[in-house]
């Protein structure tokens, strides 16, 4: 073991405390506990009388049942992306031929995406999850281009005049205007990947002229986010702020905070411009100032009923994702200070109170999807483990690099 990576260790057995299991083995344990659970999900999916329908991806699992809820692959599900992503982590891990061939026919259900015209914003989500694990893995051409075909999909939701895409056509009526939806900048990922790999620089400065405009209208003065800004779609002046599944318009819904961290980390990655460093920091400190002592989140950090209010552990997977990468970006106090919260938040993901274990095929519990809409509350949900899973890979890779 390199010299360094003993320091790590030791440093983060000072964090833990002595008695506590090393993060990197308890990382390992993790990734193996979620092979163990994405196992046990398709042997439930091939036991159905049917067999595996490919097109029917696992969505959520409510706190009073312990099978998954599968929801059709179609162009309004937003979701459908995130378990073929899990079997390509869990692919990425295992090493496994049988995940990897799961994974391929679960990913070929989504290809429908990619010349079909725009539902809404989700195509990055849906494609980029699936899609582009798929070739960052593989290398295979066609999934090339289904990525750059559905990217240009996506810039078609591109208004010049607003200069963001918007978000969902369906409730521009409903809005007033233009809306913009702060989930919609992790679909930004996707277009840049696109602009490098052929796709034009059109795509690039759709990206960035997306994050300006978020950046400067979808955050209060302390950087807590504002779920929805609604613009006028002829003179592009913001018209609204709002929440759509927060708690009130001007609460912190913990999701929306966790997509802007993960969002500008990936804008920053892409264009180096420190402005986007310096605002990502701000967006993030504002989060992990208002955690509570497990460092996972309310479902919305203003709901008056906290402590009793749920939780919401995908905001969590996230940011602990996010965190790997944003730390690295950063001068060695502020770095570390990430790094501890993001080791911290695995650990309580790891821990009994938010494993699935035994109960459920799922890696996670406690998750919120849309509380207003009395929707997934506290529940298992496919992005908590796609974002769990992820994590715990790129953290595995710093550890060990480290
Ligand atoms: N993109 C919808 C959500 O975060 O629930």
Known sequence: MKLRNIATLFCTCIIFG???????????????????QVERTLLE???????????????????????????????EEWCAGFWPGVLWYDYEHTGDPAIREEAEKFTASLE?????????????????CSYGNGYRLTNNPAYKQVILDTADTLATLFNPAVGALLSWPRHVKDYGGHNVIMDNMINLEMLFWAA??????????????HAD???KNHFRSDFTSYHVAVYDTLTGERINALTHQGYADESLWARGQAWAIYGFTVVYRETKNEKYLDFVQQVTDAYLSRLPED?????DFDDPRIPQAPRDASAACVVASALAELHTYLPTEKGTY???????????????????EEAKPSFLLHSTGNLPAGSEIDASIIYADYYYIEALLRWQKLLMDN
């Open 213 to 215: 405009k978020t950046m």
């Open 338 to 356: 990430y790094k501890e919260m993001a080791l911290k938040m695995l650990q309580s993901l790891g821990s009994d109170t938010y494993r699935a």
């Open 196 to 209: 490098k790999n052929g796709g034009g620089q059109h795509l690039c400065d759709i990206a960035v002229s």
């Open 112 to 128: 429908f995406l990619s010349h079909t015209p725009a539902y809404d914003h989700d195509l990055g989500f849906l494609i980029f």
């Open 295 to 299: 460092a996972i989140p309310y479902w």
């Open 45 to 75: 999916l091939k036991s159905r009388e049917s067999g595996i329908d490919y097109t029917l991806m696992p969505r959520n699992i409510a706190d009073t049942v312990c099978m998954w809820h599968l929801r059709k692959a179609t162009k």
């Open 18 to 36: 002595a008695c506590q299991p090393q993060p990197l083995d308890e990382i390992r344990t993790s990734l193996d506990y979620c092979h163990g």
